[in-house]
């Protein structure tokens, strides 16, 4: 490949060329984005829509009341109302904004931790890396959901809480990979450079490093944004995870299960909204990771 | 051995390859790009053929496509491919993969890139004979270990069991030349199959490469960039540029009487040279030093060097002789053991941590490998800006007007200035790599091994840049290399290193010119000239010698 690159620099060098913005490089990122990368796209899009402007599109308050438990849809109540009276649509946008917020805080609180301490274990190496490492593989031999579950009822199912303890669980996650890919960063020639030359070590980590593990960093956060997303969902259906009267999908299957048996399909529309959620941003995800990572077939 | 019925039914002289208005098609930034534009080649049976020319020329992409093969990303246009009458373009891919490893073979730069790690040598040696049901088992490890004793592999019973690790590389490269010879095809393409060896290793290698294919009577084409090299290898050569033909001549009359201007300055490269100049009194001086990695092994023992000020200093050896460790020790990078490094008179603190902002920007280090050397995600403005911001203080249009006066002083344009590396080529790599270094406003540059990534005319671009830089700032230069050539171009004074110790020092005449000692003797005596006949100059004159073993073995 170098001859073919080499060969059209020189070409290129005779004409006056214009600087390539990030926004002409997105733009033509975006010319050649697969059909299921656009419909992943438009979903997140209508999803984060439907979150920030929740209390315009809700037709009535988050937790509302209105005399009659598992109304039927249509009339009044579009979905119906749950097995408190409350209009099941309303709860539904709610819970976009609760249950996607809460996930996202999570998640870039687990990368913020994560890849620090990833980068720091790569470029220190020795007994710090042997640290963080073993206290990881110790963390991370605990089954994910248990150990949430039991840190929660121990200290109490609060959002902070929630937040806090699965932002360090995932953490791990984000440590191992983020380790792994700034190895191969930190032994290049250019971040010894920035040493000979003085800098300092967040200088070296921001600005030598943190560029180029950026693209598998950000596949990565597509992807544990739906774990993390799953996992509290998982953990509002088992009731230890956002408390009611807050609108969440997790927990509003759990609270109306009893409709499946009449044959009422309200109950799925959250966990279809989850499911729904998670294929979207994995196939841009999917899209990223095959740009970024060279698995493409360039034919 | 069988291979007396094998050869002998040859007959040399008849057509084998036949290429004709060959075109091939990259691609890259959303387009296809013509990389070889009608480039015919007619080789007949026990010919070699010499390709040369810079990178981007096309060698290696012609080279592949004499195979019916096109690199991922590369496609053929148009043109025909006939090998032995057979048309390689429309043939099936499985008519060209039974031909592949067998009767036309492959010889890749890097061997270390190409052994599989996990597998012993002789297992990858003899895997093209069996998958192709050439042989048994058995005959086939036979021959391998025939193949072996002929590129003269030390201990050739035994080093086939050996993994691709446990060897050097000079031996790799011949066990790469023994994997293609295996099935004793019509046919082998050689990618600069010497161009990542030292030049002890090298002579080894390009003397086992014609014996063999002489023995052979194989035709073959022989890339490189490297005239020296092809003038003793190849019958007859084509020079190459920008995927077309500039000229091509048998060997002898191409090397007397080159007709293109092109060909001319390839040629004139090698002529490059400086006068003498009196020595100084020194900047640097490295006392006694020993260091190791790790406790074990000794990289450097008692290395005792003197750099005079606004001179340059050459720090010649193979690999493994310690040169770039020096390097590291001097930066800072490796704390020696013992012994001391004196800078404008006072000691260096040996680590890095205990070195001064001022100190590190009085002592600047240049990377042989541009492309690691360089963030690829930042612009030439941020990589050439930092060090002015750092070492400083500049900032905002004042930092960017210094990184353009830069620009211009390494004689590039300053519109390139929002360029990342990627967008650069090789010889412009290595230049901002030299501007960075320049805008510390250095005392002293250590250039570990800046040219040897590079084509020969860049490489003379960059030499003269060097020194243009030295004449008009002062600079003083400690320059790591293994090419006696650069040496003679630019060099005060010599220190050739073998083993982690200094075996000799002194001004370069001095050191260039006999008597030496004998292992400057061989390491002068393998640089390769434009001369035919040297390589075989070289080996009667080692051959009656006799006792001097080279250090491939």
């Known amino acids: ?299 | 051995m069988s291979i007396k019925a094998v050869s002998a039914p040859r007959e040399k002289g008849a057509p084998l390859l036949e290429i004709k208005n060959l075109r091939i098609e990259g691609f890259s930034d959303d387009k296809w790009h013509e990389i070889v534009r009608g480039i015919d080649i007619t080789l007949r049976r026990g010919e070699v053929l010499g390709l040369i020319g810079e990178s981007g020329a096309g060698k290696s992409t012609i080279g592949l496509a004499a195979m019916g093969y096109a690199k991922p990303g590369c496609r053929i246009s148009s043109g025909s491919v006939s090998f032995d009458g057979i048309d390689l373009l429309a043939a099936s891919e499985s008519r060209r993969r039974a031909l592949r490893g067998s009767r036309i073979a492959y010889v890749a730069q890097s061997a270390a890139a190409s052994f599989n790690p996990a597998h012993r040598i002789i297992e990858q040696t003899i895997e093209t004979q069996l998958a192709h049901n050439l042989d048994r088992r058995d005959k086939a490890e036979q021959g391998a270990v025939d193949l072996y004793r002929r590129l003269q592999l030390p201990n050739p019973e035994a080093i086939g069991r050996r993994y691709p690790h446990q060897v050097s590389g000079g031996q790799l490269q011949r066990a790469m030349t023994a994997m293609a010879m295996s099935c004793h095809p019509d046919l082998i393409i050689f990618d600069e199959p010497t161009t990542a060896l030292d030049v002890t290793t090298q002579v080894e290698v390009l003397a086992a490469i014609r014996n063999i294919v002489d023995q052979f009577q194989t035709a073959a084409i022989y890339i490189t960039h490297d005239l020296a090299v092809v003038a003793q290898m190849a019958d007859r050569i084509m020079v190459l540029r920008y995927g077309r033909l500039v000229e091509e001549a048998p060997t002898r009359i191409m090397l007397k009487t080159p007709q293109e201007d092109y060909t001319r300055s390839l040629w004139a490269v090698r002529k490059l040279g400086r006068p003498d100049r009196p020595s100084a009194e020194p900047v640097l001086v490295v006392d006694n030093v020993t260091a190791s990695y790790g406790s074990t092994i000794k990289v450097l023992e008692n290395v005792n060097v003197r750099v005079p000020r606004g001179r340059t200093v050459a720090v010649v050896g193979e690999s493994g002789s310690g040169k770039s460790t020096l390097a590291r020790a001097i930066v800072g990078l490796l704390p020696p053991i013992s012994g001391q490094i004196v800078f404008d008179g006072t000691p260096l603190p040996p680590a890095l941590k205990q070195r001064g902002k001022e100190t590190l920007r009085r002592i600047q280090l240049i990377y042989q490998m541009p492309d690691t050397a360089l963030n690829p995600r930042q612009t030439v403005r941020d990589v050439i800006g930092r060090p002015l911001e750092f070492y400083r203080g500049l900032n905002g249009r004042e930092c960017d007007r210094k990184v353009g006066e830069l620009l211009r002083l390494i004689e590039l344009d300053d519109h390139l200035i929002d360029r990342l590396p990627s967008e650069l080529s090789g010889g412009q790599k290595q230049r901002i790599c030299i501007a960075r270094a320049l805008a510390a406003d250095p005392e002293i540059i250590i250039c570990d091994e800046v040219t040897s990534a590079l084509d020969q005319i860049v490489q003379e671009e960059i030499l003269k840049l060097l020194m243009r830089l030295q004449q008009e700032m002062g600079v003083t230069y400690l320059f790591i290399t293994h090419d006696i050539a650069t040496v003679r171009a630019i060099a005060d004074e010599v220190v050739v290193m073998h083993r982690g110790k200094v075996v000799e020092q002194g001004p370069k005449a001095e050191v260039l010119s006999p008597p030496h000692p004998a292992y400057t003797d061989l390491l002068l005596s393998s640089v390769p000239e434009m001369d035919p006949d040297w390589l075989t100059g070289v080996l009667t004159r080692r051959a009656e010698k006799g006792g001097l073993k080279a250090a491939g073995n």
């Not at chain 1, 709610?94 to 809460?102: D, E, L, S, V």
């Not at chain 1, 640290?131 to 609060?158: C, E, H, K, N, W």
């Open chain 1, 1 to 299: 490949m170098t001859t073919v690159e080499d060969h059209q620099l020189r070409t290129e060098d005779a004409l006056p060329k214009a600087r390539r913005t990030r926004l002409s490089l997105i733009r033509r990122a975006l010319r050649s984005a697969p059909l299921s990368a656009w419909f992943g796209m438009i979903v997140i899009a209508a999803y984060v829509i439907v979150a920030i402007f929740a209390p315009w599109l809700a037709p009535y308050g988050e937790a509302q009341i209105f005399p009659e438990p598992y109304a039927p849809w249509g009339g009044q109540f579009v979905l119906g109302t749950d097995q408190l009276g409350r209009d099941m649509l309303t709860r539904l946008i709610y819970g976009a904004r609760n249950t996607i917020g809460i996930a996202l805080v999570t998640t870039l609180l687990s990368f913020a931790v994560g890849m620090s301490l990833g980068l720091l274990a790569a470029i220190y190496r020795g007994w710090i890396d042997q640290l963080l490492s073993r206290a990881v593989d110790v963390l991370m031999s605990i089954p994910l959901l248990i150990f949430a579950l039991m840190l929660l009822s121990t200290f109490g199912s609060s959002v902070f809480n929630l937040i806090v303890i699965i932002a360090i669980l995932d953490s791990t996650r984000v440590f191992r990979l983020s380790r792994a890919v700034a190895m191969n960063v930190v032994v290049m020639d250019f971040v010894e450079a920035a040493r000979l030359r003085g800098e300092r070590l967040g200088w070296i980590m921001r600005r030598e490093i943190l560029p180029n593990v950026m693209p598998p960093m950000i596949a990565e956060f597509g992807l544990r944004f739906c774990f993390v997303f799953l996992t509290i969902s998982a953990l509002s259906f088992l009731g230890v995870g956002i408390q009611p009267p807050t609108a969440d999908w997790g927990s509003m299957v759990r609270e109306n299960a009893t409709l499946i048996t009449y044959g009422d399909i309200t109950p799925l529309l959250p966990a279809a909204a989850i499911a729904l959620l998670t294929v979207a941003v994995n196939f841009v995800v999917d899209w990223f990771l095959h740009r970024t990572s060279g698995l493409k077939d360039e034919h």
